[in-house]
């Protein structure tokens, strides 16, 4: 639903990365083939850019196509506001660069990942792109700040987790509610991150696959969508 509903014929689409965007390649594969629309797309990561053109779609980059019309992605959990956690495959720092330069930014997930609070279904913490030289000083600064910071180490090879740019993964573990745009500006302020897991006040509607099979559609409340850009 979430291509079908938004995805217009010369649409400039940024294709995120997860499980779930697989499936909305597949269908917006379907969709330029039987509709013949147009569509450019610009990944959020390696994975993305594979699954573009595993698809036939056309390829693009934010050089090329720097303002887009929509981003559809997943995330790792989404609150009632809409505000996401994202990075549990690592590519937190390049899905917010593209979905900052997108009008929309739709997000598909299922059910488990839906919650009234951060923290509910999401036990991994905020993931955190940290330049490797610094990722000790950085994590002493988590500490400092109430989280509970972890190095991710990978699971197929000797050492940390290294993101498609060259950096290292700390996730953020935290306990209960936070201000969330509070603590993204802190976490910004730090040297050393390069990027936060926190999307806040960047999607505007939430497609959640639901148990018995349909789709819940969920859009950001009135007193948030006010903070979203035009």
């Known amino acids: 639903r979430a291509i079908q509903e938004n995805v217009k014929d010369g649409c400039r689409l940024g294709v995120g990365s997860g499980s779930t965007v697989v499936y909305a390649v597949k269908h917006l594969e379907t969709l330029v083939k039987t509709a013949g629309f147009k569509v450019t797309c610009v990944p959020t990561s390696f994975q993305a850019r594979n699954l573009i053109i595993e698809a036939g779609l056309e390829l693009s980059d934010l050089g090329r196509t720097p303002i887009l019309d929509l981003v559809v992605d997943g995330a790792d959990e989404c609150d009632s506001n809409l505000t996401l956690i994202k990075g549990g495959g690592g590519c937190q720092l390049q899905e917010k660069v593209v979905a900052s330069a997108a009008r929309r930014l739709v997000v598909i997930a299922d059910y488990r990942k839906k919650s009234q609070h ?62 969330w745009d509070l603590l993204e500006t802190k976490l910004c302020r730090t040297p050393g991150i390069v990027e936060t897991g926190l999307f806040v006040d960047m999607a505007g509607m939430a497609y959640f696959g639901m148990q018995n099979g349909s789709v819940e559609v969920v859009h950001k409340p009135a007193k948030v969508q006010d903070l979203s850009k035009n």
Not at 129 to 153: I, N
Request: aromatic share 8%; glycine share 12%; hydrophobic share 45%.
């Open 118 to 179: 951060l923290g509910e279904q999401w036990s991994k913490g905020i993931p955190i792109e940290v330049l490797p030289m610094a990722y000790v000083p950085v994590m002493g600064k988590l500490r400092e700040f109430g989280l509970d910071p972890v190095l991710r180490l990978a699971a197929n090879k000797a050492g940390p987790v290294v993101t498609d740019n060259g950096n290292f993964v700390v996730d953020a573990k935290f306990s209960g509610p936070h201000n």
